[in-house]
């Protein structure tokens, strides 16, 4: 059986990563403009590095959680494709392998001007330089808003190749991931949501299961293993 599972903030929030929209911690102080956009990044590149350092040194003190942990154990049991939209390694750190982070990368560092990719250190600075070309142009691997999110193609092909597409902790209003399920269905896909609540795009699903992601998560792998 061919599953490609989406997932998003949901599922990490309940190891501690701040949804985008926390109304606390790193995102409270900060516009979307100004710290996730092409053009924040050339404004001010000092403070987008400092917020994303941040978010980076948050890493170490947050673990996968049984969502995680679960769908680890289903790649072992299925033809499975995660495709995350979240920029933490807690999937990684679960054992997932077959894995897209189609946002990027929170250990990730890119060369905005040759195109290098190399591991991030935990604190990176404008005045960083790129290991391949030399240039001071260092920038997380993280896809901002106006971007292309990563490996759309394989990502499209894999969806309607399938034969179960599920969202695991998607709020539905970020695209083109909150389209994905509305593909799935018109290439005769079976859908799933598992969701605390709704996502926004409910009638793209056939089936849908609302709970914490620690709980519906491991219950729904349950009955693959």
């Not at 516009?31 to 924040?40: I, L, N």
């Not at 995350?84 to 990027?104: K, S, Y």
């Amino acid at each position: 059986m061919k599953i490609v599972v989406l997932t998003g903030a949901g599922i990490s929030a309940e190891s501690g990563i701040e949804t985008f929209r926390a109304e606390t911690g790193l995102w409270a102080n900060h516009r979307v403009e100004d710290v996730a956009t092409p053009e924040g990044f050339a404004k001010d590149p000092d403070l987008v590095h400092a917020f994303y350092n941040g978010r980076r040194g948050q890493l170490a003190d947050v673990q996968p959680n049984a969502a995680h942990k679960a769908l680890a154990l289903l790649e072992k049991h299925v033809d499975l494709l995660v495709v995350t939209q979240n920029v933490d390694d807690l999937h990684e750190r679960a054992g997932q392998r077959n894995l897209i982070h189609m946002h990027g990368e929170l250990r990730g560092a890119l060369c905005h001007g040759c195109g290098h990719r190399w591991a991030a250190p935990d604190t990176m600075n404008t005045t960083d330089a790129c290991p391949a070309c030399a240039a001071a142009k260092t920038r997380p691997d993280i896809v901002w808003f106006g971007e292309m999110p990563y490996q759309m193609d394989r990502i499209f092909d894999a969806i309607t190749a399938a034969d179960l597409f599920v969202s695991i902790g998607t709020s539905g209003n970020v695209y083109p991931a909150a389209g994905f399920a509305a593909e799935a269905q018109r290439a005769g896909v079976d859908t799933l949501e598992l969701n605390l609540e709704p996502s926004n795009t409910p009638t793209d699903f056939a089936d849908a299961r609302y709970g914490p992601a620690t709980e519906i998560v491991p219950d729904w792998v349950a009955t693959f293993t």
